[in-house]
C-alpha cells in the first residue's frame, strides 16, 4: 500500500458498447469510483479519473448481424447513450475515450508489439472450438457448457460465473455455440500466448503476502484460488480469430485480432494518453511513476483480467507500476432476481434520468447504502422508496430546511454572531470537527458504504441539537441565546455541503447555492466559522421531495411486464402427444356453457363445486380451480365444458364434466374461453 502518493490513477472498468448502463454497473464500478475521485479532488490530490467505451469483440460483430447495422453503427450508437448518462448521473471522470479510436488503436499494437520483440509471447498452433454453421471460431463467451471444477451448467468459455474459476473454452464439458446452438468443433489455428505460469510465484508473494492485509478479502479469495488451483496459472491467448478488433500487428497474423480483453486494459492507458495531450500533462507520470497510486474499479467478474493478466502484461512490459488496489464490488441483484441484460431486468440509467428526473443523488445514495461490497446485494424500488423517503427527506432535508427557513426568519438570511458557547455547543463543534478525518478513514479503506452513513451521522448530529435547543421556542424568552444555536446549525449545515459531494454531488451543488458557500475538505476540521457572522445566505429549496408510492409501483409494473414476456418468449408449448384419429375426436362432445354458481368444497383447498348451464341442462362439476380463482370471480364465466365426460365421484359429490383450461405464461390458469357475441350455451364444439 502506497502511503502518500504524488498523484493517483484511478481507472474504471470499461462499459461494453453493446448495450445502455444499468444500475448493477452503477453499484459496482461508476459510483464508488466516483465517490473516491472527487473525494481526491476535494482535498487537493492531482487525480486522473480514467475511463472510456469497450468496442472491440465477437458480440459487437454478432450485436451488428442481428441489427443488421455495421458494427461501427453498434458502437456509435451505445457510445452516445453510455456517455450521455454518465454525464447526467455526475459521473466525474477526467477523461472518457474509446478503443475504437486511432490512439488506443496505436497505444495497443505498440504494447503487443514490444512484448513480442522482447520474446514474452509463445507462438502456438492449437485446436479451438468452430461453429462450423457459423463457418467462425468461437470466442470464449460464444461459448457455454458445464464447468469442470462446480458442474455449473451456464459456465463461459472463459470463466464460471457460478464458482469464479478461470477457464479455457476446450475446458468445458459438453459446449455449445450461443451463436447457433451446434455442438462445436475442434479446428486447428495459430495463435499467441502469454505465459502466465511465468508469473505464478511474483503473483504469490505481490497479492498473498504484500496486499495480504488491504485488498479486499473477496478479491482475494479469487486470486488465491487462480494461484493455487491444480497446477496453478497456465498460458493464455492474446489473440482471436474475429472479424472486428485490432490486428495483430505481426506477420502471419492475416484475419486475427487482439484479444478483447488484451486491448481493453490498455485503454486505460491510451485514454490517460489523450486527456494528457488535451491538458497538458505527462501520460507517464500516471502509469510509470512509483510515486503514483494505481487503483482499479471493477466488478467481481473481472477481477482475473485485473489482478493476474493486465499486471502480468505490464509486468512482461517493465516500465509500468502496478494496481495499488482493485477494489472490485459483489454483484447487485433486483427484486430477487440476477440483473440481466439479454433479458431485459435491469434499471436502465438513461430510463431512470427519465422517470426520475433531478433525483441523481437519490439513486446514488440508495446504491451506495446497498452496496455489494462484499457480498450480492438486492436492489429492491420499495427500499430506494424508504431511503429517499425516511432518510434523505426526513433526515437531511429537513435539518436544513429547518435551518434556511429559520435563518430567513430570524435574521432575514444574514449568518448571526454567536454570543458564549454552551458545554453543548462546544461538543458539538467538536464532535462535527471529527467527522471528515473518520469518513475519510471510510473511503480510503474503499468502505462506501459506512462513509455515506457516517455522512447521515453528520445530519443526525444538526437534527438532535435543534430538537435538543429547540430555537423555535427559545426565540421568544432568549433571542441572544438563539443566535448562537442557529451559528452553530448553520455551521453543521455548512460542514454537509463539503462532506456530502462526494456521495450526493447535486446535492452539495444546491446547498452550495443556498448556503452561498463552497468548502474544501480540510476547512471543515480546521477552521470554526465554516460560515461566518454576517454572511448572507440564499433562500430554502427542497433537496429530496417525497417519493409517492404511485411512482414505485410504476417501476414495478414495468419489471413485472417484463417479466412475463420473458416468460412468454421462453415459453416452450407441450410436446404432441399421440396421433388421434378424427372417429377418436368426434366421441367428444365439447359444449358452451355459463358457470351459474360457485362455492369451495368443504375441506379441499382445491376444488370449487360448479353449478353449470350447459344448454342441454345444468349439472354440477367438481373444478381443481379454487387457488386460481374465487367462487365469485367465475360466477357468469362462459366457458368450455366436455359434457359427455364420464361421471367422477369427488369427495362424495359426483362431477359431471369438464371445464376445459390451460396455463398463461406466469403459470396461471385461465379458462378456454367463447366469449364472442351471439355464441349461445349449447353450442357444439368441433
Known amino acids: 500500500m502506497l502511503e502518500n502518493p504524488k498523484r493517483y490513477t484511478i481507472t474504471a472498468a470499461l462499459p461494453y458498447t453493446n448495450g445502455p448502463i444499468h444500475i448493477g454497473h452503477l453499484a459496482g464500478v461508476y459510483v464508488p469510483s466516483d465517490i473516491y475521485a472527487r473525494y481526491l479532488r476535494l482535498q487537493g490530490k492531482d487525480v486522473a479519473f480514467i475511463c472510456g467505451s469497450d468496442e472491440h469483440g465477437v458480440a459487437i460483430s454478432m450485436k451488428a448481424k442481428k441489427e443488421g447495422i455495421t458494427p461501427q453503427e453498434v458502437i456509435d450508437k451505445y457510445d452516445g447513450i453510455i456517455r450521455k448518462s454518465f454525464e447526467d448521473f455526475g459521473i466525474s471522470f477526467d477523461n472518457y475515450s474509446r478503443t475504437s479510436a486511432k490512439i488506443h488503436h496505436d497505444t495497443a499494437s505498440e504494447f503487443f508489439k514490444k512484448l513480442y520483440d522482447n520474446g514474452d509471447f509463445i507462438e502456438e498452433v492449437t485446436e479451438q472450438l468452430y461453429d462450423a454453421k457459423a463457418e467462425q471460431f468461437l470466442a470464449d463467451r460464444f461459448v457455454t457448457g458445464t464447468c469442470p471444477k462446480c458442474g455449473n451448467e451456464e459456465a463461459y468459455g472463459d470463466q464460471c460465473e457460478k464458482c469464479g474459476s478461470s477457464l479455457n473454452a476446450t475446458d468445458l464439458i459438453n459446449p455449445k455455440s450461443t451463436i447457433t446452438g451446434e455442438t462445436p468443433i475442434l479446428k486447428s489455428t495459430k495463435h499467441w500466448f502469454l505465459p502466465l505460469d511465468r508469473y505464478q510465484n511474483f503473483m504469490k508473494e505481490w497479492i498473498l503476502v504484500g496486499h495480504k492485509n488491504d485488498w479486499k478479502t473477496n478479491v482475494l ?318 433562500e430554502a429549496e427542497i433537496l429530496f421531495a417525497q417519493i409517492e408510492d404511485a411512482e414505485i409501483q410504476q417501476q414495478i409494473d414495468k419489471l413485472e411486464a417484463t417479466k412475463t414476456a420473458n416468460a412468454m418468449e421462453n415459453r416452450k408449448p407441450e410436446p404432441q402427444k399421440p396421433t388421434t384419429t378424427f372417429e377418436d375426436f368426434s366421441k367428444l362432445d365439447l359444449r358452451v356453457g355459463t358457470i351459474l354458481e360457485a362455492e369451495k368444497m368443504p375441506k379441499a383447498n382445491k376444488l370449487l363445486v360448479l353449478k353449470v348451464d350447459t344448454g342441454i341442462d345444468i349439472r354440477t362439476i367438481v373444478s381443481g380451480i379454487a387457488e386460481h380463482f374465487s367462487p365469485e370471480e367465475v360466477i357468469g364465466k362462459r366457458v368450455t365444458v366436455l359434457v359427455n365426460l364420464a361421471p367422477r365421484a369427488l369427495r362424495g359429490l359426483e362431477s359431471q364434466g369438464m371445464i376445459l383450461m390451460t396455463n398463461n405464461a406466469e403459470g396461471k390458469l385461465v379458462f378456454v374461453n367463447p366469449d364472442a357475441d351471439g355464441v349461445e350455451n349449447g353450442a357444439l364444439i368441433s
Not at 392 to 412: E, M, P, Q, S
Not at 420 to 431: M, P, Q, R, S, V
Not at 474 to 502: D, F, G
Not at 527 to 534: M, N
Open 221 to 538: 479469495g479469487q486470486v488465491k484460488s487462480w494461484l493455487e488451483d491444480g497446477d496453478g496459472l497456465k498460458p493464455r491467448a492474446v489473440t482471436r480469430d474475429l472479424d472486428w478488433g485490432i490486428d495483430v500487428p505481426v506477420a502471419g497474423a492475416e484475419g486475427k485480432k487482439l484479444y478483447v480483453w488484451f486491448d481493453a486494459p490498455i485503454g486505460y492507458i491510451s485514454s490517460t494518453k489523450e486527456w494528457a495531450a488535451r491538458v497538458g500533462k505527462n501520460w507517464e507520470d500516471y502509469w510509470k511513476s512509483p510515486d503514483t497510486k494505481l487503483v482499479h474499479f471493477i466488478g467481481k467478474d473481472n477481477i482475473v483480467f485485473h489482478c493476474i493478466i493486465f499486471p502480468a502484461m505490464l509486468k512482461a512490459e517493465g516500465s509500468y507500476i502496478l494496481p495499488d488496489n482493485v477494489p472490485a464490488n459483489e454483484f447487485l441483484n433486483l427484486e430477487g432476481n440476477k440483473l440481466s441484460t439479454s433479458k431485459n431486468w435491469a434499471v436502465w440509467l438513461h430510463e431512470y434520468l427519465i422517470d426520475f428526473p433531478d433525483k441523481q443523488d437519490v439513486l446514488r445514495y440508495a446504491l451506495t447504502a446497498n452496496a455489494p461490497e462484499t457480498k450480492d446485494n438486492d436492489f429492491t424500488w420499495k427500499d430506494f422508496q424508504a431511503r429517499n423517503n425516511n432518510e434523505l427527506a426526513a433526515i437531511f432535508g429537513n435539518f436544513i430546511n429547518r435551518v434556511v427557513v429559520l435563518t430567513n426568519k430570524y435574521y432575514n438570511g444574514i449568518v448571526p454572531t454567536p454570543n458564549d458557547l454552551t458545554e453543548i455547543d462546544e461538543h458539538t463543534l467538536a464532535e462535527l470537527k471529527a467527522y471528515p478525518s473518520v469518513i475519510s478513514s471510510s473511503v480510503e479503506r474503499y468502505r462506501f458504504r459506512e462513509a455515506q452513513g457516517e455522512l447521515m451521522n453528520v445530519a443526525r448530529l444538526g437534527n438532535k441539537y435543534l430538537a435538543d435547543e429547540e430555537p423555535w421556542k427559545m426565540i421568544k424568552t432568549n433571542p441572544e441565546r438563539v443566535q448562537t444555536q442557529m451559528y452553530v446549525a448553520l455551521q453543521i449545515a455548512a460542514a454537509l455541503q463539503v462532506l456530502s459531494e462526494p456521495f450526493l454531488p447535486f446535492t452539495s451543488s444546491k446547498l452550495a447555492r443556498i448556503l452561498r458557500c463552497n468548502l474544501n475538505w480540510n476547512s471543515v476540521s480546521e477552521t470554526s466559522d465554516l460560515i461566518p457572522a454576517g454572511h448572507q445566505i440564499g
